[in-house]
């Protein structure tokens, strides 16, 4: 199809990313709907077989965020007050509010400026006696250095967790995200490479860990006659040994998990034609970094995230909202939020992450793109650069 410039088809808004939902996925959905189980139903357990084949085999715990699957992943690791945690700020806030919220101190380590993701070497000066996890964020689908980042971790008496918010399908020196890392999250929010609309789940490799996060998904209640204090109490007897919460994800919502993982492998290509062709599109201009891929990563590109140079990424982010494209930032740096500075964190004390938000742009990344729809960001990206 042709479009001519000016209708209103070409100028489209773009977001800077969103859902792809079939036929399929919504053949699957109606299909829960109109059974016996709309919640902690078979589905469930089906979409945390399928999501532990593309986590190298670890079993998953399905819940309802990428939020609660950090909180469950936390609570499970058995972080608490005087506990450290230890993370980049180059992610949205949600990874450390969660571990703030369960009473730890959040220790932010800078990033490498190539992928923005944590740099070892600052988490070996980050580490502490007390640090009870090591969170890394695989930025824009490209995963952290996670088998050094866990040998450190290790040698530390500490566990490594994945925010793999951006990275189901990734793949680092050949092994899947899920299986780098003693307990990866995922988040399943539209914008996403997979999508329930809103959801998560938590992927553990010692039994231990993931029992727990099952448990704190379903208000720690324990229903096994055998594990239970007073199993004689009848058969409607269950007890709570430790507190949790409600975060369980209903069949529906896991239903449509099941049907879009069926199309990750699609969504993957898909996203690694649009990352190619924005590279052919801007690799000649002066005006802007474009993403590194290390040699060990096999990314699934969640963000096609440019770096501005010489101070102009918010005049090209306000160029190209005023042309109907989403562009967006990710992330503020998380200690600068208000309400980590309230608690004493700094700006300047993690300067390469905040060189590199002063930078950041994201431009419009999803499997529904059309290539013509790339080529009008790339015409837009060259045309405020003078270079159309
Ligand atoms: C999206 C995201 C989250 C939160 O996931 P939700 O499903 O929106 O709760 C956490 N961490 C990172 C890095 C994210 O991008």
Known sequence: MTLSPDSPEATAPLPYGRQSVDDDDIAAVTAVLSGDWLTTGPAVQRF???????????????????????????????????????????????????????GAKVVFADVTPDTANLDPSAVAAALSPRTR????????????????????????????????????????????????????????????????????????????????????????????????????EGGWHQEVHELGLNYRLPDVLCALGSSQLRRLGHFKRRRAAIVERYREGLHDLDGVLLPTQRPEADPIWHLFALQVLEGRRRALYEHLRCRRIGAQVNFLPVHWHPVFADMGYRRGSCPVAEEFYRRQLSLPLWPDLRDDQVDRVIGEVRHFFGAD
């Open 133 to 232: 996890v090591v969170s890394a964020v695989d930025y824009a689908g490209h995963p952290a250095e996670l088998d050094v980042l866990g040998a450190m971790a290790t040698a530390h008496g500490a566990l490594l967790l994945d925010d793999a918010s951006h990275s189901i399908g990734s793949t680092w020196r050949g092994v899947p995200v899920g299986a780098l890392a003693d307990l990866t999250t995922f988040s399943f929010y539209p914008t996403k490479n997979v999508t329930t609309a809103e959801g998560g789940a938590v992927a553990a490799r010692d039994p231990r860990l993931l029992a727990r996060a099952r448990s704190f998904r379903n208000h720690g209640l324990v229903r096994e006659p055998d594990e239970q204090r007073t199993p004689d």
């Open 48 to 102: 945390e077989a399928d999501l532990a084949e593309w986590a190298g085999g670890v079993p998953t715990v399905a819940v309802t965020s990428g939020t609660a699957a950090l909180h469950v992943a936390y609570a499970a690791a058995g972080v608490g007050p005087g506990d450290e945690v230890v993370t980049t700020p180059m992610t949205f806030v949600a990874t450390a509010a969660t571990a703030c919220l369960l």
